[in-house]
């Protein structure tokens, strides 16, 4: 598996995950200096070419002068994420963009959360691509793959999760009552949050919007959202 780009290499460098070597581009300086020496601390090999070759490794991917191959992302268990009395969670209903996803994977660990929910099928995967455009979130937040959202669903409810649904036409997020164990969940592009989904959740959450476009972006929406939940903990704790 591949990992490009400046911050997504050095971030895993701060990881236990295995890295086989990594390739920078001739005359390393600035966070590449960075990156070789951390990779000189964990022995790790580093090798120098010219930015051609880069090219060519990434398949025309912005690597940013950097390129580090390491083992296939390590999903978490399910039933290991969270626990905590303020445990945040994130679940992705159908999220198949992978600029999406990794923009989720990084607003979700920037707000502290658990850990990340996504399906098994029908829904992006955390892939090298997805990795670099979380700008190495993705190493540092718990992801886990479930068969099904809805048994998900159905499970954190059984384990104190107070599940939400971010989709138009429910509560305000403003209003809500967002104390203790919370799970958000948030659609796909096009479709949302299923019907059934919803339907399994205590309850649907609202971001208004004043404009003339009547949605906004999953991850957009999903960043307004982990950080309303931020906002009221920090408040209790004054």
Same mark, same amino acid.
């Given at each position: ?32 200096? @960075? ?164 339907? @399994? ?38």
């Amino acid at each position: 598996m591949l990992v490009f780009g400046r911050n997504a290499v050095l971030e895993l460098l701060k990881t236990d995950k295995t890295v086989e070597k990594i390739v920078l581009e001739q005359g390393a300086q600035g966070t590449l200096g @960075k990156i070789f020496a951390e990779a000189r601390k964990k022995n790790i090999r580093v090798q120098f070419a010219p930015r051609n070759v880069l090219d060519k490794i990434a398949s025309g991917g912005k690597h940013q002068g950097a390129v580090a191959y390491t083992t296939e992302f390590s999903y978490a268990d399910f039933y290991e994420l969270g626990g905590g009395e303020d445990s945040l969670l994130v679940l992705c209903d159908g999220i198949e963009d992978v600029h999406n996803l990794g923009a989720i994977l990084r607003v979700a660990e920037c707000a502290g959360a658990d850990g990340v929910i996504i399906p098994k099928a029908k829904g992006a995967c955390v892939t090298d691509a997805v990795i670099r455009i979380s700008a190495g979130a993705a190493e540092h937040i718990p992801v886990a793959k479930v068969p099904s959202v809805n048994a998900a669903v159905d499970e954190l409810k059984s384990r104190g999760y107070w599940v939400y649904a971010l989709e138009a036409g429910g509560e305000s997020i403003y209003s809500a009552n967002l104390k203790g164990k919370i799970a958000l969940v948030v659609g796909g592009e096009d479709s949302g949050v299923h019907r059934l989904t919803r339907e @399994k959740c205590d309850g649907v959450l609202s971001i208004p919007l004043f404009g003339k476009v009547n949605s906004l972006n999953a991850s957009v929406a999903l960043g307004i959202a982990v950080y309303e939940v931020v906002r009221g903990r920090l408040q209790q704790k004054e």
